[in-house]
Nanobody, 118 residues
Framework: QVQLVESGGGLVQPGGSLSLSCAASGSIESIYAMHWYRQAPGKKRELVASISSNNTTRYGPSVKGRFTISRDNAKNMVYLQMNSLKPDDTAVYYC????????????WGQGTRVTVSS
């Protein structure tokens, strides 16, 4: 299974934007749906966005209209564009590969921290 490495986290002011990237060690095309999860301190891990192998996207209610997930299968990359950021978006963001055959989340990145604060 693929190994995943996230990047792009950091400190941003409320209302700002940030773009996260997830690099996969191998092909993700036709094998995996890809997810972005996040976990804030003291809270459960939350599914933020998903993209299927045919680029169908889904979003959690708290980010819908502000975040955009995309994938570039040729580069084995997944992205999360985050706009109109709020302090409640502060969390560690994780990229996850969901195996289409087993319907299981099979690989996780180490996470990248996003802090939204003035």
């Amino acid at each position: 299974q693929v190994q995943l490495v996230e990047s792009g986290g950091g400190l941003v002011q409320p209302g700002g934007s940030l773009s996260l990237s997830c690099a996969a060690s191998g092909s993700i095309e036709s094998i995996y749906a890809m997810h972005w999860y996040r976990q804030a301190p003291g809270k459960k891990r939350e599914l933020v966005a998903s993209i299927s192998s045919n680029n169908t996207t889904r979003y959690g209610p708290s980010v819908k209209g502000r975040f955009t997930i995309s994938r570039d299968n040729a580069k084995n990359m997944v992205y999360l564009q985050m706009n109109s950021l709020k302090p409640d978006d502060t969390a560690v963001y994780y990229c996850c590969a969901h195996d289409l055959m087993s319907s299981l989340d099979v690989s996780w990145g180490q996470g990248t921290r996003v802090t939204v604060s003035s």
